[in-house]
Every structure is written in structure tokens, then in C-alpha cells.
């Protein structure tokens, strides 16, 4: 089994920490749904600013909302302002590889969705990988 990339929000701007909440990072469900992140799905944290890095789990916010906000002990890894890259991921075997079609969400300082891409690979008939990053969304 390989781990690989099933979701990433890219450049989200930290919209408040909570040190006092109960743990995990509370997120827009509008952006979850679109990318493809589940509540209580555990994801990796990358601050873009800082370089801090931390895994916790997701929780659903306002919908609408455009939320991204750090709590418990991850509250410490961040600023009201900060970038973040928020990536989730799942296990497959090799061959599996062209078959998921990981979704990517850019966004802009006010948390509006910039760009739609996702990540696409494919198996030459001699055997290569191919990866290229394609815009919009990936056909099902």
C-alpha cells in the first residue's frame, strides 16, 4: 500500500485559533465538500508562513462561512492571517494510481476558491507513470 495525496486545500488563510477548544481545525463544509475532506477526517497542516507542520482531524464549521480555524494545541502553530495547505490521504496499491483523481482548491486572501484543478496520472503502455495537473473538475 502506498499514501498518497485525496484532497488538498491550497493557500487557505487561518481565519482564527481557539486555544481553549477540545482539538482539530474547523473548516468551511462548502470547501469540504467540493474537494472532497470528510468531518473527523484526519489531514496534514503545512504553514506556509511559519513552516510549522501538524496533523489533526476536521470538523465542520458555518457553512458558507469561508472558516479556517486552528484550535487546541494546533492554535499555537498558527496566526490569524497565516496560509495553510491542508492535504488529506488515503492508501492504494501502485495500480490503483490512475484511478483517483485527487481534487485541489486554491484560494484567495478572503478564502474564496481561486482555482479548481486536480491531479491526474496515467500508465503509459510501456509502463512509465505520466502526472499533470489539469484544471476544473475531475470527470467520475
Partial sequence: MRKVVAAKLHGIT????DLNYHGSITLDPDHCDEAGVLPLEFVEIWNRSSGARISTYVIYGERGSR???LNGAAARTCQVGDEMIICSSTYIEEHQITEIKPRVLTFDRDNSV???????ARIRDD???TFDVREGIPPR
Avoid: A, N
Avoid at 487561518?14 to 485559533?17: A, K, L, N
Avoid at 481561486?114 to 491526474?120: E, L, P
Fill in 14 to 17: 487561518v481565519t482564527g485559533s
Fill in 67 to 69: 472558516c479556517c480555524v
Fill in 114 to 120: 481561486r482555482d479548481r484543478i486536480f491531479y491526474d
Fill in 127 to 129: 509502463g512509465t507513470v
